[in-house]
């Protein structure tokens, strides 16, 4: 099945100890992404790379990095979370970075930072 | 810069027709594309417009005005199970996509 598979699901951790959610497409996409979604806020893009090693910020990359050395994964890595990072993640993925190629979603992270 | 405007809230009864509107100002445009979200589920693409004019599949149907910086989305015959958000989207130079804040359809019986 064609999907954009995300982990975990859900995670809760402290101020400062660094975590990866995983994500990984199994459809030969070029374009990956990542957005955080806030009340309010919409999906705002966090990364975006258009094809392996070829990664560049969105509208809001402070505190995070990510990497794209293969071409199905693309992990988002928090070196040190602070709770204004607490926010429902998706990982999406698209054949090309056309507007007209549609992205398709994972199902979300749900991460909480106390 | 890039920004999308559309709605916060529309509410609607179920079997009538409902517009959700976009508009958009963004330096270069590459096309207007909506998608679909259940309760904090995973957004779903519906539409996509490159060239004035609407765009219509099944009881969905999407608009463009590339002269108004314009669009919207068109449900028809609606269904409960339509209530979600829906969100634009345009692409920004250099690969970089930026969504509306996401309009919430409620339908009501």
């Known amino acids: 099945e064609a999907q954009v598979t995300q982990n975990p699901r859900y995670l809760i951790t402290v101020t400062g100890k660094k975590l990866t959610v995983t994500c990984s497409q199994n459809?030969?996409?070029?374009?990956m992404s990542w957005y955080r979604q806030d009340p309010g806020l919409g999906l705002r893009q966090i990364y975006y790379s258009m094809n392996v090693e070829v990664t560049d910020k969105g509208d809001v990359p402070e505190g995070y990095k990510v990497s794209r050395k293969e071409k199905r994964n693309f992990p988002l890595i928090l070196e040190s979370p602070s709770p204004n990072q607490t926010s429902l993640y998706f990982c999406?993925?698209?054949?090309?970075?056309?507007?007209?190629?549609?992205?398709?979603f994972g199902n979300g992270t749900r991460l909480t930072v106390t | 810069g890039q920004s999308l405007e559309q709605p916060s809230e529309v509410t609607a009864v179920e079997g009538a027709i409902v517009q959700i509107n976009c508009t958009y100002q963004?330096?270069?445009?590459?096309?207007l594309s909506w998608y679909q979200q259940h309760d904090g589920g995973a957004p779903t693409f519906l539409s996509y417009n490159a060239l004035d004019g609407l765009e219509e599949t099944g009881r969905f149907s999407s608009f463009l005005s590339r002269s108004d910086s314009y669009g919207y989305l068109l449900l028809q015959e609606l269904q409960m199970k339509d209530s979600a958000s829906y969100f634009c989207a345009v692409r920004a130079p250099r690969g970089k996509l930026i969504f509306g804040q996401g309009t919430t359809l409620q339908v009501k019986p």
């Open positions: 963004t330096s270069g445009f590459y096309g």
């Open positions: 999406a993925s698209s054949l090309e970075y056309r507007v007209g190629s549609p992205l398709h």
């Open positions: 459809m030969n996409h070029e374009y």
